[in-house]
């Protein structure tokens, strides 16, 4: 037995994914993050601490996740981590491409940080290395195990593109193997690397409705916890913009702060950190593309990936778009 919903956005909770840093050992072919709109800087830790108290008011509230670039090539993301828990925030993640680079598993402890989540993008070395770099696919099983034997609970990010989507159907065998507890599959965006490829990577509907929902629930017969974006509107949903029905902060170490991942290829952020203060940005900028409703649904995904809609003789779209932070989980039953 297992059990599918789709997670509703909810103003009662938050999520704040901030950037340490842009920097990374390696260079992933889909990498979104983009020097040009995200710099290159590395934040002091006394920084990050006056940071985490600009969103502590509804700690107990927010999922914080730490990310980069990689964050563990920041020597003080364990003071990070300690701050964090000491502002009282509901759950703390770090988001790591695997190698775990300063000691951080000797200087951070379970009880601390609540899920360490690994990225791979591949049943196989040579698939996911062909995409995120020599070593890495080696990097995360070496990390998964260590992070285990350490007592951290670990999950697993794989994103989806033509490069890897026949590799899916093996991840449940892999994943039984590694003991981690949430799968995370995850759709490519059009931003970064990916959108300077000049090249559509996205798999077509029809093909991640025949893929994705399958091996969904087969990974999730495993014992494992999954999660994925939902993509493509059933024709009785509703369309939401979390940017609007969410609280959702994508923070970066130039000051940047964002409401919709998908804005982060433009200077479209709705807030600028100036001097400790969340300073709103002046218009246009992408609170404004929120309010815009049109029949594909999601603003943003026609703006910068139109290559994902069709459109029937009359001139309607074939299908409707979800945010792209719709997620469908699915619960395997004790
Ligand atoms: S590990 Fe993450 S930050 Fe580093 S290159 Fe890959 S996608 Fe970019
Ligand atoms: S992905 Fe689309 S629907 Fe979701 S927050 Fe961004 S603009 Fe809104």
Known sequence: MMQKKTVAF??????????LL???NLSCSHCYINP???GKNTLPIDTIQRWLVLFAKKASQTNLIFLGGEPTLHRD??????????????????DTNGFLFHDILKKITPAEVDVISFSLDGATSATNDAIRGKGSYDAVISGIHRARKKGFACSMIYTVSDKNL?????M??????????RFFIQVIGM??????AGKKTQVSKDLWLSVIPEVARTIAQTGVIVTYPKVFLDPEETFACAGIVADNYFVFPNGRVYRCPLCEDY?????????DALVPSPPVNETHLFELTIPEGCVMNKIIQPDNLDYLADGEPAHRIACCMLKQEIHPQP
């Open 22 to 24: 842009t920097r990374c």
């Open 267 to 275: 200077p479209l952020h709705a807030y600028t950190i100036e001097n």
């Open 10 to 19: 909810s103003k009662e909770s938050a999520n704040l994914f901030f950037h």
């Open 166 to 170: 026949h590799e899916l159907s093996q």
């Open 77 to 94: 993301l364990p003071a990070a981590v300690k701050e964090a828990k000491r502002l009282g925030f509901h759950s703390i993640t770090i």
């Open 172 to 181: 449940p065998e892999l994943v039984s193997s590694l003991d981690i507890d």
């Open 36 to 38: 040009d709109q995200h």
């Open 191 to 196: 931003r970064g690397k990916s959108a300077g």
